[in-house]
């Protein structure tokens, strides 16, 4: 009787476990409008991907624990003012800059579309870039040799 009992704490103790681990991996999905984020900043109180689909604009700041960044319009400029460790990027539109603040930052996946992107990132894991004229000049162990 105690096995079966034992047997049935360890059970739900390892339920309790992955469930929560699911609910960890889910991200805010934060999308920029200059209507919500009027001064450029985006600090969520969790952790968020961050998705840009506007052109041209240059003052946007991201602060707090990004997951994922996706940007899809052109001529941006976004800085990475707190995060260390930044799970994927994609960029899709052409002309935008992503750059740290002086933070070591480390992005796993860097995928971009586009052309003439500038990433100013300390290092990443997995670059891949079917565009021309893509760069990540300041990077460690970033294989951008597919440009």
Request: proline share 2%; charged share 25%.
């Amino acid at each position: 009787m105690k096995i079966a009992q034992l047997s049935l704490i360890i059970a739900l103790s390892l339920l309790a476990i992955a469930c929560t681990s699911d609910e960890d991996d889910e991200l805010l999905e934060v999308e920029y409008s200059e209507e919500e984020f009027p001064d450029g900043v985006v600090d969520p109180s969790s952790k968020y991907a961050f998705s840009l689909s506007d052109d041209g604009v240059t003052n946007i700041i991201l602060k707090g624990e990004i997951g994922e960044i996706t940007i899809a319009g052109s001529l941006n400029w976004v800085v990475i003012e707190e995060d260390t460790y930044i799970e994927r990027l994609t960029i899709l539109g052409d002309t935008n800059m992503i750059e740290e603040d002086g933070l070591d930052v480390t992005i796993e996946v860097v995928k971009i579309v586009g052309d003439g992107n500038a990433i100013y990132i300390s290092d990443c894991i997995e670059w891949s870039a079917t565009g021309e004229g893509n760069e990540a000049p300041i990077a460690l162990n970033c294989d951008t040799s597919e440009l």
